[in-house]
């Protein structure tokens, strides 16, 4: 299978008032079409960071990244942007939905970016994939915390599915997903994340605590103060190769 | 269409209202000043050509030539004649001597004529002057001539019925050292009367109305062909008073729309910031969904463009119809009806709307785009204000220009901007000292408050110059109309003179004195004067002497000048150069101005022709002198020895109050010799224009308050999400209601009167170089502005940033930290 995300000997480093601080040392890794990956690690270790970097939202200071079979790191910030819009999708802890857009028009917001005109009628779909087709007009205030995510949720996968290419290179990034909700309403999100992941066949990157939600991923890569400190696949499922 | 359509969303979600409010407001509030401003100018103008009876006049001693009228009629412009000359009237055995005015059926082209056709009638106004062979009197000269109405009053040769008394003549002033009382008659009787003669002093007026391009280009083609026994008569050489108070009145409104400008232009800025930091999250998440930084710009400019149209239609919209109210509602205050308005007024709103978006909104909402992605990731929503440089230079620069345009005067922007420069200068100043104050030997509510304004001490430096700008503004306005109106008010106080009696016999001298005092009238001193001409200067011929010099044709030389002496100086002059002169001194004082035309210094020698007798005295100082001050005054004043062989008359002026008007037909009876102007009713038509000009100043000022209160809103609202939030919190944790509310008003009390600090100290400078660069004015310092500004700075944010974030104290903290999360 051919990679979707590769990314190789990754090197962050940050100017600060004592010296050049290191956010992330020497990383590489590689993730085939469907495949899923968890990142964990303690706070500041760095996972976050990465996510981003793997998302073309910032560029390393050492190293490559392809996604979609593209160098990004190799690409000014318009053309990454233009790439996400292709085949990045973002779940964020804090769902991230704009509180003056109503729930269809946040999930419209990826397909009028691209300047498509089937937006509303996708959103309202990708809505009723995750049970809320009866709430489009309402307002993110007027939604519980998991109705909120879920909105996201169909935002994210709205964006993706928007990739023109015949095989799905759409890749779905989340990040600490079920951090700002209960246990119960943070297992059903889960669920509809993998489902709808397993429909769509994208591929997931996601950074979590939970060790639950991590071992449901093909992939971990656990890591501490920047570096990798354990990789491997997951018990029980194809492995992808992961590499420190 | 997506910046639309989220310019839409937004604006439905009520993330566009501040902005949208203050553009709205902004553009509203100096279309209707705008608005307001130039009609009221131009009813004041027309007004103030009433002075004239005409548009322009041409002055002449002598008949104008044909050609010149001809050349009038052919440009299509409005004509009239006036002639007025001085003569003996009579009545049966009375006798009495008048200002006649003969006037042509077009007269007055501007103004009204005021007459009763009876003693008792009420007054009305009347189209032209008198039929062909009637004659209207002003109301004294009936008792005085023992005339009733419809007698036969005799002027020269000709006979003529007198069928009105005259109540206003609007320009009346034009010849103000006309003797006697007026008498009006028509202009086809005048040769019948065969009192004008060759050699006779009469003065031709001509008038003209029209189109404004055909006045101009008319008086272009005649002025080359005047002589020097004409001059072209506008409102500033007609009326200076007038013209001088419109003047300033002009500045003033420039002013105070310049102001409005900078006070919207403040509120635009304040909340275009509070709207991009809260943006700042949505366009984070728009950029990790796949918007670059060229589709974030291109949409948020996009927002701007609608955002500025809608606004500046309902702001010009609202701006005409609050003016069009307020002038209705002051229709009866206006002497004529202000004239519809221009296009002008528009175009100002339109460019005041794009100047503020572009300056202010522009910067904030450009910064958005360079939103780092990974916001989203570190849940990070601070917008660090890089390249903050493009506000601070856009933003002044935009008001600059736009401030200049409407002004059109560098004076106006520079004295606002260095009130400004001065304001945010002190507010980093007056920053830096409240945040190094030590918290810990302070009380609760000052701990909590001097807490929170160190924690927004960058932010807080933007909100005390915001604070400070509308206070200013409100300030300088509020003393600036202060200054012009009692400016105004001393220059024509209540007992201002309002007669002139002179050729008064020496041996008059003592027994008017007597009369006024008897009659309780106040008279000024009575002045000598002697009529000569001057015809040397240093032993040179005066017209050559100054010809060589270069000095511009002075009518000075061509005419015989009042001569005085006295040994006390006029309260209204002061000496500029030289010495006033004690008893044993010889020499004369000139008017300084007079002395610059001449190229006169301090020494040269005067030679006078008096009566073909020749004085000489050395010029011992130069004087400034207040021509408006309604007292004698003289161009030349020797020491009193010089000029006392000369024959001399006495000149006086004295304040007569209208019940006590007929005291005049006494005075002319006892004294027939004496001449008598009358100034009462022009004083009285002057003191109306200034007062319609005061309540045009006060009425602009009160949407300017309205505008000041605008940026306090704006600036308590763009920090109160902040202040909010860290109430809840501290109520959470067991803050008391009083606590916060008292720790709330002592934070926005201090911010007020810092701001209000500044605000005098900017507002004093403003003052001062308006004073004296715009309004010609003396400096003065204005105390009450150092004790007011603070106090009102501490009242008003005060109240307003605690009324506004009461909400965090009334509401559960629960419920505030829901809506802001």
Redesign the interface.
Known sequence: MSAVLRAESLHLRVATGEGPLTLLNNISLQLARGESLAITGASGSGK??L??LL?G??VPSEGRIWLGGEEITAMD??QR??????C?G?V???F?L????TAR?NVM??S????ERSAARRAGEFLARVGLEHRLHH?P?QLSGGEQQRVALA?AFC?IAGSSDSENDGILFA?EPTGSLDAGNGEKIIDLLFQLNAESATTLVLVTHEQRLAERCQSHLRMAAGEVEIAGSAPGDNLSEVSA | MLPLKLLFRDWRGGELALIATALVLAVSCVTAIAHFTDRLTRAMHIQSQTFLAAERVLRSSEPADPAWLEGARERGLQRAQTVSFASMLSAGDQFQFAAIKAVSGSYPLVGQLEMRPAENARSRVADSGPPPGQVWLEPRLLPLLNLEMGDNLQVGDAELTVTGLLDHEPDRSDNLFSMGARVMMNLEDLAATNTVQPGSRVRYRYLFAGDDAALEDYFQWLQPQLTEHQRVIDLQEGQPRVAAALGRAESFLYLAGSLAVLLASVAVGLAARRYSLRHTSYVAVMKSLGAGRGKVLRIYLGQLAGLVLLATVAGLLIGSLVQAQAVSLMADFFPVEPPPSHWRPLLVGLVTGIACALGFALPPLARLARTDPMQTLRRDWSNPDRREWLGLVLGPASMLLLIWWLSGDIAITLALFAGMALLVGGAALVNQLLVRGHLSTLGGSWRIALGSLQRRAAFNTLLIAAFGTGLLAMLALVFARTTLVEEWRMQLPDNAPNHFLFNIAPHDVDELETMLAENNITSTELYPMVRGRLVAINGVPAKEYNKERGGDRVGALNRELNLSWTENLAPDNRILEGQWWDETDEGVSVEVELAARLNLALGDQLRFSIGGLEVEAPVTSLRSLDWNSMRPNFFMIFAPGTLRDFPATYITSFHLPAEKKLFVNELVRQYPSVSLIELDKIIERIRDTIGQVSLAIESVMALMLVAGVLVLIAGVRASIAERLQEAAIIRTLGGRRRLLLNSLLVEFGLLGTAAGLLAAAGAELTLAVLSQRVFELPFAWHPLLWLLGPLAGALLVGTAGTLACRSSVSQPPLKVLRELA
Do not use: H, I, K, N
């Open positions: 976050s960071t996510l981003g998302a939202l910032d910030e318009e942007a233009a790439l996400r819009a292709r990045v973002f964020f802890q804090t991230q704009l509180p003056g857009l028009e917001l990826p009028e970016l691209r300047g307002y205030r935002r964006s990040d």
